[in-house]
């Protein structure tokens, strides 16, 4: 069975700080996904980034980065830069190799102070 | 653009009701899914289905069924609403990419059962 991790209920950062969201995981899968999904207060879930386990580099898109240390087993968001735009709950999710439903995490809800 | 849609963004219905949530997806994706969100717990998948007339079984699938009679549309049926059924329901399509699926979601049906 997969388990995503999500250690921080809740974050501040301020307006143009960089920040980093956590997320560990645990499979035996050799070959899975890891995604990052935004959820702002009006509801609909964005997707964000995600990283193959495969993948050497680690996944950037924007101001976001995936901080991917697969001996670990974490893959924690970074945001650069943060916006006022940028609050909102953030779910690490895991994709098994030979499934099609995502495992999430409990999430992590960042606010962003002026 | 990928485009997931449901039929309402806000529910409410009394107890020992039949609910049905609707979701029409755009892309031509196989495969569907539900998921129930609720503080705390993430989002936890009720139901997916791969193809049309086939479904599977998630994590929390006791209270709901489903049916998916064409390709674009997954409905979530709740036999006989109960308050422990208020939630967030989310539904998602996904496609594959690089051997795995990235999910894309519609905005959210919450329903409020009283």
């Known amino acids: 069975a997969q388990k995503i991790t999500q250690t921080q209920p809740g974050m501040f950062v301020q307006e143009k700080e960089a920040v980093t969201l956590d997320c560990t995981y645990d499979t035996s899968d050799q070959s899975y996904g890891l995604f990052w999904y935004k959820q702002p207060s009006s509801g609909e879930m964005i997707f964000l980034i995600y990283q193959g386990s495969y993948d050497e580099q680690n996944a950037t898109e924007g101001r976001y980065s995936l901080n991917f240390q697969k001996a670990r087993k974490s893959a924690n968001l970074v945001i650069s830069a943060s916006q006022l735009g940028d609050s909102a709950m953030y779910f690490c999710?895991?994709?098994?190799?030979?499934?099609?439903?995502?495992?999430f995490g409990k999430g992590t809800s960042l606010l962003v102070t002026p | 653009d990928v485009k997931v849609t449901q039929s309402s963004r806000y529910l409410v219905k009394r107890t020992g009701e039949k609910v049905f949530l609707e979701c029409v997806q755009d892309?031509?994706?196989?495969?569907m899914f539900w998921y129930r969100q609720d503080p705390g717990l993430g989002l936890r998948l009720i139901y997916f289905?791969?193809?049309?007339?086939?479904?599977e079984k998630g994590d929390i699938p006791e209270g709901y069924s489903v049916s998916r009679e064409k390709k674009e549309r997954f409905s979530l049926i709740l036999e006989s609403a109960s308050t422990n059924q208020t939630s967030m329901y989310l539904c998602?399509?996904?496609?594959?990419?690089?051997?795995?699926?990235?999910?894309?979601f519609g905005p959210g049906t919450r329903l409020t059962v009283t």
């Open positions: 998602a399509s996904s496609l594959l990419i690089a051997g795995l699926y990235e999910q894309y």
């Open positions: 289905s791969y193809d049309v007339k086939m479904k």
């Open positions: 999710a895991m994709s098994p190799n030979s499934g099609y439903a995502l495992n």
């Open positions: 892309m031509d994706h196989e495969n």
